[in-house]
Nanobody, 116 residues
């Protein structure tokens, strides 16, 4: 069964850091691109970052470029999102996602709150 489970969220002060994890099961992570999305209250879900299946090349939304880093550990079936210099506007529920065998899968999300 394909599953995505996010963890690592929490409350952090502006300027702080968090590392989110997306543990995957039920498929071979090596063969799929994985994306991180977020949804803030009252806003639409937006793409944050994704990592390629071909050469692990990353893409980032302009709002997080230079602050967030996506990476993958195929042996442990986990994708990470390192978030540095967090800002209040980064507050959201963060989700990982991929299309596996034609179906779109999402995790349950992990809450990130940036506040002093």
């Amino acid at each position: 069964q394909v599953q995505f489970v996010e963890s690592g969220g929490g409350l952090v002060q502006p300027g702080g850091s968090l590392r989110l994890s997306c543990a995957t099961t039920g498929f071979t992570l090596d063969y799929y691109a994985i994306g991180w999305f977020r949804q803030a209250p009252g806003k639409e879900r937006e793409g944050v970052s994704c990592i390629s299946v071909i050469d692990d090349s990353p893409l980032y939304a302009d709002s997080v470029k230079g602050r967030f880093t996506i990476s993958r550990d195929n042996q442990n079936n986990t994708v990470y999102l390192q978030m540095n210099n967090l800002k209040p506007e980064d507050t959201a529920v963060y989700y990982c996602n991929s299309v596996v065998l034609g179906s779109n899968y999402w995790g349950q999300g992990t809450q990130v709150t940036v506040s002093s």
